[in-house]
């Protein structure tokens, strides 16, 4: 159960847009779409905004989309805002019956 | 309004035992899936466990195996987790999550074990 392989932190200007990668292998990300990414503001819980790789909740901007391609999924935000300033997570389901989280990238808004 | 309750958290010494909480409202708690996640101090997420919606099937992360054991109670829309036999390194924030992508998350509760 080896955890999602992200970049621990990425950065971007207001406006400008970041994409934030999550690897993985075919038993998890390649394997299957069962991948969401969180969004975590510092001392708050988690907060879905990408699942099932591309799908956005109701209520979660359309500058956050997500995609996959192979073994690797990606979550790009465009039109930075500074409230975007966070840790991210991406998550896989596994062929195991378990989850799998990433290590989680902090973004910085300059 | 959908919303996800955790409690139970506390100090606990090493080899004790403790069992979390979640208490679900605003959702048909008995047709979701349900998870146990967990944060470290300063560290990222790890998922812990995993409970079908009529509690038929339980999956759970290697490093809990044999000590804690994920269960729910659908007539009181609750989920649990029995921890046994703690760990210095089991002190962390456990959230409850909702269905396989964890849509709703609960605000967390403490767990810190004392060695």
């Known amino acids: 159960q080896s955890a999602l392989t992200q970049p621990a932190s990425v950065s971007g200007s207001p406006g400008q847009s970041i994409t934030i990668s999550c690897t993985g292998t075919?038993?998890?990300?390649?394997?299957?779409?069962?991948v969401s990414w969180y969004q975590q503001h510092p001392g708050k819980a988690p907060k879905v905004i990408i699942y099932?790789?591309?799908n956005r909740p109701s209520g979660v901007s359309n500058r956050f989309s997500g995609s996959k391609s192979g073994n690797t999924a990606s979550l790009t935000i465009s039109g930075l805002q500074a409230e975007d300033e966070a840790d991210y997570y991406c998550?896989?389901?596994?062929?195991?019956?378990?989850?799998?989280f990433g290590g989680g990238t902090k973004l910085t808004v300059l | 309004q959908v919303q996800l309750v955790e409690s139970g958290g506390g100090v606990v010494q090493a080899g004790g035992s403790l069992r979390l909480s979640c208490a679900a409202s605003?959702?048909?708690?008995?047709?979701?899936?349900m998870h146990w996640v967990r944060q470290a101090p300063g560290k990222g997420l790890e998922w812990v466990a995993f409970?079908?919606?009529?509690?038929?099937?339980?999956f759970d992360t290697d490093s809990v195996k044999g000590r804690f054991t994920i269960s729910r109670d659908n007539s009181k829309n609750t989920l649990y987790l029995q921890m046994n036999s703690l760990r210095a390194e089991d002190t962390a924030v456990y959230y409850c999550?909702?269905?396989?992508?964890?849509?709703?998350w609960g605000q967390g509760t403490l767990v810190t074990v004392s060695s």
């Open positions: 999550a909702k269905d396989r992508s964890m849509t709703i």
């Open positions: 605003g959702i048909t708690f008995s047709s979701f899936g």
């Open positions: 409970i079908r919606y009529d509690g038929s099937n339980k």
């Open positions: 075919s038993s998890d990300v390649g394997g299957y779409n069962y």
């Open positions: 099932e790789v591309s």
């Open positions: 998550s896989s389901y596994t062929s195991s019956n378990t989850w799998v």
